[in-house]
């Protein structure tokens, strides 16, 4: 009797085990369709199709960016075309480029660092749509000096992809990280992710935005707005898929640099002229 | 014109590079993973009980899995509020980039409040079953569509839920540890912030979640039962005190080393991370410090003498509300900290909250509150109490 209820017993185990087993596989099962339509849908984000440029080929160009630091004046002209040219909320903390200045003082080991942003050069400006450096230097033992022009480095290995959580920011095929801003869900997460502090939240549309090498110009075979104003020739821009383009000759016949290499991002703006305390 | 622009701009020293002054994780990205390992905490408390079977805490388990689902519902609210395109929030549910840590939150925390709401579900069956049957008046249809129909209550059917209910709280402790886990990878894998950038971030997030749920169960079991007149009991106060005191040891042991490394290491940066501690972070990290030491002294004594002691239930409270500030305060150390220490290691941001506005004081502290709200009203509609139960 004891053995029967036993047998019993156990065969409702089995019993419960299997209806149990049988419910774990379709919940494994339904986990497992629900990723693969969920993959489906993310790789379709993630490499989204050649936009309709007439005459474009993303796959063929391999743009870079080359910027020479050593001319550049802080003539801030690179500012105020980038923020006319793309529509930046014209205000002195948000910036797709911008320049830095790096000042030693006789006696002093740090560079004092100020951009555009400072208060004291935002007064100067006088407007948050217009840009200088003040002349606070004017009677100081300077040591050494120069600027330093920033921007985004549409790195190889972008962390702002990588954290973006829909694919709304992407790497194009010509290796410019782009922004789908009809898509952003303007978590900053990208923001965040940047360690070069090119991204910032555009307050009026809620999305990230950030330095495109102005996309729409070097898809139609024009330089970005920045290279264009450069009374100094500063910035060079190009094609590393054409040998005897400017950018190609740049990076091949100088000892070039990229910003934080230890991130291992890879950046593609090389730069040339700068000092060990350029982060 | 001018004063207008800065006004908007947080105030910094040293170099911050320009895009740097406006910060962009505010105080709702502070609150939201202290409400999430509010969750945690009290999701591993009712555990203690429903998966490891140790009876001191049979009073507050169903209480806590009730304070569990309250906080959890609240926890995506300060992400949603934050966003600049709310509306699009579904986006990173319905086409996830799967490299993005952020990406996993909707499936980890929908799969835990499913979890959750089944084991809630499985623990109240019974009492549900009761009340359909002697309730009055509109609650009767509304306990009558909670039964979904499952009125059997012999005690094979008992036995079925309490095995289901097991089942769910085992699946649940590693979804729990698994959802705060990830709140620290979010910001311990990103490598543009050397105060966030550390393996131990998911580690102390995990721990500290612990620690704060189990003082939130310890402040709500306390002012709760005395509210209904209910006799506390002393198991239970032991049980949570000696619980506190175990993952509150071990999150300060992490802690204090996580500060060690960072100074016996002292890369590139370390004399403006001073200066942050020393600057803008100091109030937060002297609560965070002050308050979970504290708490540590007074738990030890506790744990120590046990209920014996004088006014045990006073300084077991008063413990448990340091850390729940402590814990707060770590998160603003963090997420706030992250974000004042420049990303060119030359400068720092100073963040205030302002008190009106979306993400202002007021609104996180509707959202701290709205839960408690909520379980005020769930523990009615649900009585979590043991006396309550039905024979």
Request: overall charge positive.
């Given at each position: 009797m004891a053995e029967e209820d036993r047998s019993s017993t156990r065969q409702q185990e089995r019993r419960d085990f299997m209806r149990i087993l049988g419910g774990a596989i379709a919940f494994a099962g339904s986990a497992v369709a629900a990723g693969a339509v969920a993959k489906a849908a993310a790789s379709s984000a993630r490499s989204p199709a050649e936009p309709p440029i007439p005459g474009y080929d993303w796959g063929k160009h391999r743009w870079a960016f080359g910027v020479?630091?050593?001319?550049?004046?802080?003539?801030l002209r690179c500012d105020v075309a980038c923020k006319i040219e793309n529509d930046v909320v014209l205000d002195p903390h948000q910036f797709r480029t911008w320049v830095e200045r790096y000042v030693y003082l006789e006696g002093e080991e740090s560079p004092r660092i100020d951009s555009q942003s400072d208060p004291q050069n935002i007064a100067a400006a006088g407007s948050g749509g217009d840009y200088r450096f003040d002349d606070?230097?004017?009677d100081a033992n300077v040591s050494k000096a120069f600027f330093v022009p920033k921007l985004c480095n549409q790195c190889e290995h972008p962390p702002c992809v990588e954290v973006c959580p829909t694919g709304a920011t992407y790497k194009a095929k010509d290796g410019v990280v782009l922004i789908d801003q009809a898509y952003c869900i303007g978590c900053q997460y990208c923001v965040q992710a940047c360690p070069y502090g090119a991204r910032y939240l555009d307050p009026r549309k809620g999305v990230a935005d950030k330095c495109t090498w102005c996309y729409h110009r070097i898809t139609k075979g024009l330089q970005p707005a920045c290279v264009e104003i450069c009374p100094t020739h500063c910035r060079v821009f190009g094609d590393l898929n054409d040998a005897g383009s400017e950018i190609s000759r740049f990076v091949r016949g100088n000892r070039v640099e990229v910003l934080k290499p230890e991130t291992g991002n890879a950046p593609h703006v090389f730069y040339l002229g700068i000092d060990k305390d350029v982060s | 014109m001018i004063h207008g622009l800065l006004f908007q701009a947080a105030p910094y020293v040293g170099y911050v590079y320009p895009n740097e002054t406006v910060i962009s994780w505010s105080l709702l990205i502070v609150i939201y993973p202290y409400i999430t390992g509010l969750v945690a905490g009290a999701f591993i408390v009712s555990s203690l009980y429903h998966v490891f079977g140790m009876p001191q805490f049979k009073p507050i388990a169903r209480f806590a899995l009730l304070t569990a689902l309250c906080f959890l519902l609240f926890a995506p609210l300060s992400l949603l509020i934050h966003l600049g395109r709310p509306e699009r929030a579904f986006h990173a549910v319905l086409t996830p980039h799967w490299t993005s840590a952020m990406a996993a939150f909707g499936y980890v925390a929908g799969f835990y409040l499913v979890v959750l709401v089944l084991e809630i579900w499985f623990a109240f069956r019974a009492d549900v079953v009761a009340m359909a049957r002697n309730a009055r008046g509109a609650l009767r249809p509304l306990y009558r569509a909670l039964t979904l129909g499952s009125d059997d209550v012999s005690p094979r059917a008992l036995a079925y839920d309490h095995k289901w209910a097991r089942a769910l709280a085992i699946l649940g402790i590693p979804t729990a540890a698994g959802l705060h886990g990830y709140v620290g990878f979010i910001f311990g894998s990103l490598k543009s912030r050397e105060w966030w950038s550390s393996d131990l971030m998911p580690i102390i997030f995990l721990l500290s979640a612990v620690v704060s749920g189990v003082a939130l169960l310890v402040i709500l079991y306390v002012t709760v039962w005395k509210l209904r007149r209910a006799e506390l009991k002393d198991d239970c106060l032991n049980g949570l005190a000696q619980v506190m005191w175990a993952f509150l040891t071990v999150t300060l042991v992490v802690e204090a080393l996580e500060y060690v490394e960072m100074f016996y290491r002292a890369r590139e940066g370390i004399g403006t991370i001073v200066k942050l501690i020393e600057g803008p972070l100091w109030p937060g990290l002297l609560i965070q410090g002050v308050g979970s030491v504290a708490a540590f002294a007074v738990l030890t004594v506790l744990i120590t003498v046990g209920t014996r002691s004088r006014n045990f239930v006073g300084w077991l409270t008063l413990s448990a509300a340091l850390l729940m500030v402590a814990v707060l305060a770590m998160r603003w150390n963090v997420v706030i900290g992250g974000q004042e220490l420049s990303k060119t290691l030359k400068g720092l941001v100073t963040y205030r909250p302002e008190?009106?506005?979306?993400?202002g004081v007021l609104t996180s502290a509707l959202l701290l509150a709205g839960p408690l709200a909520v379980l005020w009203v769930l523990a009615r509609l649900l009585p979590p109490w043991e006396e309550a139960r039905p024979a």
């Open positions: 020479d630091a050593s001319r550049c004046i802080g003539c606070r230097y004017r | 008190l009106l506005g979306r993400d």
